[in-house]
């Protein structure tokens, strides 16, 4: 089978290519290929009852599928340069952000209509972190919630399935250049296209690094962000969170000089494990429905590590870190703050005891055992300097879950159009290294149609 355009991995990435390619030339012959199921097919066996923990799916359904790792998230369209990728670097500033907006246009067109567009421009919070020495990145979110957010893919797919084939289950194994354009080889053959659009996600991480191998394409390691999800009762961020939805907070240590942010702020959220290549670490989701919102609000503390040479694996570091909590837990931890800092354990006794009811079932035990002592000293001092802002969030009973750790792919070698150093072969999204988010990764995949068809 001959394609004009072949796209590897329906993540946010692939899919806004596919939906710009349509948009721009509605004649090109596109495929996509997805190692994950269709939408209505993703589905994670944990219940909370029968099934407590990850039981390691062939295909994990919060990663992989229509939608990527994006599907069941927050559905927070961060709107910004100031995080979320370096997509700016490649094409600039202004066209960045341009397409960050154009994305939420779509967004709100196939369902996201009447959803809220948080600001922190303005907020009275900026000064209010700055007399504590924390710092309040600036940004525009759109919070679409896990609910929308399912719905917009739901009615990006119905567009998108007329026009261009989608392979689902069916992980391409490698990617081969030919005298003219590229060969995709999946289980079941070949299938060969002019273009290839590789947007593989962290899931495709190891993928990512084999093709570049084979086909030599130069890269550079990225940073890995290792720490702690919290969990509190909603109502301690709930001047912050009311006002801006999601705050992104920077501090940085007094004892190492190390820099803590906030990361992916879940108000009324719940907190979820995630299984990346069979690791296990945490991560966080809240709904736009008031119905299914819980009591609580969770977000990540993290600290970044970036190795360079003799060592540099920096993913390598972090899965080592995430290997230990799944060897200790055998899966995520979970250990209250009062417990952390009094240099015991939480016991399934002291969990039930507290005044916060987990929303995630996790072993409890002890981060102390697992987090290197740089990166918890980190985190427990940036608990302190939040809780000068929003009282409550260094109480006994705050809860750590660990641990959350992102993975960045390494950086491939693209130039401004986000192609390789092959004519042709686009690598867009988290895959490339280039973004970390929902808005960045879209937005590289509406530059990437954009620069195919014009
Ligand atoms: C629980 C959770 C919550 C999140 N919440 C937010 C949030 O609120 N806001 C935000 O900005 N970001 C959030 N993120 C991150 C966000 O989902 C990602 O940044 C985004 O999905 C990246 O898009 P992508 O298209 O680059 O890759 P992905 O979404 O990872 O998609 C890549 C796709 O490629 C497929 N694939 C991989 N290898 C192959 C192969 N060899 N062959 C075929 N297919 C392949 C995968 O199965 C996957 O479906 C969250 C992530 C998780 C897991």
Redesign the pocket.
């Known amino acids: 089978m001959k394609y004009d355009v072949i796209i590897?991995?329906?993540?946010?990435?692939?899919?806004f290519a596919a939906y710009e390619l349509m948009q721009k030339n509605a004649n090109l012959k596109v495929a996509v290929?997805?190692?994950?199921h269709p939408l209505d097919k993703r589905h994670c066996p944990i219940d909370g009852e029968k099934v407590k923990g990850c039981v390691s799916c062939k295909?994990c359904s919060?990663?992989?599928?229509?939608?990527?790792?994006?599907?069941?998230?927050?559905?927070?369209?961060?709107i910004t340069n100031d995080f979320?990728g370096t997509l700016f670097e490649y094409i600039g500033k202004k066209q960045a952000l341009e397409l960050m907006h154009y994305v939420d246009e779509i967004n709100l067109q196939y369902g996201g209509e009447g959803t809220k567009l948080y600001t922190t421009a303005g907020s009275r919070f900026k000064t209010l972190c700055i007399q504590n020495d924390l710092h309040l990145l600036d940004a525009s979110v759109r919070h679409l919630g896990t609910d929308k957010n399912y719905v917009v893919l739901e009615n990006l797919y119905n567009e998108l399935k007329e026009k261009v084939d989608f392979y689902f289950d069916?992980?391409?194994?490698t990617v081969k250049r030919l005298e003219s354009g590229y060969a995709v080889v999946c289980g079941d053959g070949e299938y060969t296209c002019e273009q290839c659009v590789i947007?593989?996600?962290?899931?495709?991480s190891k993928?990512?690094e084999q093709v570049c191998e084979e086909l030599n394409i130069p890269t550079k390691s990225n940073r890995v962000d290792i720490g702690v999800r919290v969990e509190l009762p909603a109502a301690v961020f709930a001047h912050l969170t009311d006002e801006l939805y999601e705050s992104k907070i920077v501090y940085r240590t007094e004892k190492y000089g190390d820099r803590v942010r906030t990361f992916?702020m879940n108000p009324k959220g719940a907190v979820?494990t995630?299984n990346t290549n069979g690791i296990i670490t945490v991560?966080?989701?809240s709904y736009e429905d008031p119905a299914l919102q819980t009591e609580n609000t969770n977000f990540a503390l993290l600290v970044a590590k970036h190795f360079t040479a003799p060592f540099e694996d920096s993913n390598g570091y972090g899965e080592s870190i995430a290997r230990l909590s799944n060897m200790l837990g055998g899966g995520v931890i979970v250990q209250r703050f009062g417990d952390l800092i009094r240099g015991r354990r939480s016991t399934q006794n002291r969990i039930e005891e507290a005044f916060i009811t987990p929303t995630l079932q996790a072993t409890p035990g002890d981060l102390s055992l697992v987090l290197p002592k740089r990166i918890l000293d980190g985190i427990i001092e940036m608990i302190y300097a939040l809780d000068k802002v929003a009282p409550g969030t260094a109480n006994d009973d705050t809860l750590l879950y660990g641990v959350e750790v992102k993975f960045y792919n390494m950086e491939v070698e693209v130039n401004e159009q986000l192609e390789s150093c092959y004519p042709g072969l686009y690598i867009?999204?988290?895959?490339s290294g280039i973004?970390?988010?929902?808005?960045?990764?879209?937005a590289?995949?509406v530059h990437v149609a954009r620069s195919i068809t014009q």
């Open positions: 590897i991995g329906a993540g946010p990435g692939g899919i290929f997805e190692a994950g295909s919060i990663m992989s599928g229509f939608g990527g790792a994006g599907a069941f998230s927050d559905g927070k369209y961060n979320g069916t992980p391409v194994q947007s593989v996600g962290r899931i495709g993928w990512m992916c979820v995630e991560n966080g989701h867009i999204g988290d895959g973004t970390h988010s929902l808005s960045h990764a879209s590289s995949g």
